[in-house]
Structures are given as C-alpha cells and as structure tokens.
C-alpha cells in the first residue's frame, strides 16, 4: 500500500498551493474560499530509486460548525476521507491573520 497523507483544513488556508509545490498533484488555486470542490490527489517522490510514490490529498475545505450542525457535501467528502482511509492527516492552519473562518 502506497504511503497516503490528507491535507485538511478551513477554506482558504492554502492547501492547495501547497499540494501544487509539494507533488504532481495541480489543483485549482484561487484566491477565495471553497475553490476546491473535490479530492484531488498529487504524489510526492523522495527517492528517485523508488518507484513507490507517497500519495497526498487535496481536500475541500471544512468549516468551524457547532457539533450536531448540517455540513455540506464537500465537507462530509472531507470527513469521509480521513475517516475512511489509512491515512495520516495533516492540518493545515493559516497564522498570518489573514484568513478568516467563514
């Protein structure tokens, strides 16, 4: 099984930019929220000798919502995904200020 890791995170944060300078993966990038409406997946190659990409997901984002709260289908697609697949999540945070929780 390939290595997988899932970028995830509120809209906006830059997750996508990072998947387009990380890997193969080339995402559509936009400068405002929910630019990315599917999973899309880029692979990352350490080692030229290996022939066994490390995969990572691009995800659309997930809002800051109280529990029991409605989530759209991007979001549930989100949770699904770190949910459902051996994975390790990473969880992308914007400090510069300039990102605010939609």
């Known amino acids: 099984r390939k290595p997988l890791a899932v970028l995830v995170g509120m809209p906006n944060v830059g997750k996508s930019s990072l998947v387009r300078v990380m890997s193969s993966g ?21 080692d030229p000798s290996n022939p ?16 029991g709260s409605k989530r759209n289908e991007m979001e549930r697609l989100t949770i699904a995904s770190i949910e459902m697949l051996n994975c390790v999540v990473l ?11 939609v």
């Open 26 to 46: 080339k995402p559509e990038i936009q400068n405002y929220p929910f630019t990315t409406r599917t999973i899309i997946c880029g692979h990352i190659t350490d």
């Open 52 to 67: 066994e990409p490390f995969q990572i997901l691009d995800t659309p984002g997930i809002l800051r919502r109280d529990e």
């Open 91 to 101: 969880y992308a945070l914007d400090m510069s200020g300039f990102s605010q929780p």
